[in-house]
Nanobody, 126 residues
Framework: QVQLVESGGGLVQAGASLRLSCAAS????????MGWFRQAPGKEREFVAA????????YYADSVKGRFTISRDNAKNTVYLQMNSLKPEDTAVYYC???????????????????WGQGTQVTVSS
C-alpha cells in the first residue's frame, strides 16, 4: 500500500518562502513520477508541479513558474516543493501525488495519479 505524507505547510506573509515535503512508502519510490497539486477554498484542485522518475524532467503550472521548484531525493523517498515569493493566491491545501506507471516522465493530469497524500495547508497573508 502506497502512503504519502506531506509536511511543511503553515501560515506565512506574502513574499515569504516555504518548503513542502512528501515522504513516500510502500513501493519503490524512485521508479515513479511525482506531482504536487493544490485546492483553494471553493475551487477545483489544480496542478502545481511534477517531476519525472529520474528527476530530469520538471513541469510547472504557469502561475508558479519561476517561483516554485520541485525536486526529489530518491535515497530519502521524498519529494519537495520549494515555494518562494509566496502570494495570497497561493493559499490552498497542497497535495502530493504519485503516478501508477513506473519509469514515467510525469504529467499534468491528476487522473494519472492514483495515490494521494492527505494534504497540508498553506496560508499566505497579505
Amino acid at each position: 500500500q502506497v502512503q504519502l505524507v506531506e509536511s511543511g505547510g503553515g501560515l506565512v506573509q506574502a513574499g515569504a518562502s516555504l518548503r513542502l515535503s512528501c515522504a513516500a512508502s510502500g513501493r519503490t519510490f524512485s521508479r515513479y513520477a511525482m506531482g504536487w497539486f493544490r485546492q483553494a477554498p471553493g475551487k477545483e484542485r489544480e496542478f502545481v508541479a511534477a517531476i519525472s522518475w529520474r528527476g530530469d524532467r520538471r513541469y510547472y503550472a504557469d502561475s508558479v513558474k519561476g517561483r516554485f521548484t520541485i525536486s526529489r531525493d530518491n535515497a530519502k523517498n521524498t519529494v519537495y516543493l520549494q515555494m518562494n515569493s509566496l502570494k495570497p493566491e497561493d493559499t490552498a491545501v497542497y497535495y502530493c501525488a504519485a503516478t501508477g506507471t513506473p519509469y514515467d516522465s510525469g504529467t499534468y493530469s491528476e487522473n494519472e495519479y492514483p495515490y494521494w497524500g492527505q494534504g497540508t495547508q498553506v496560508t499566505v497573508s497579505s
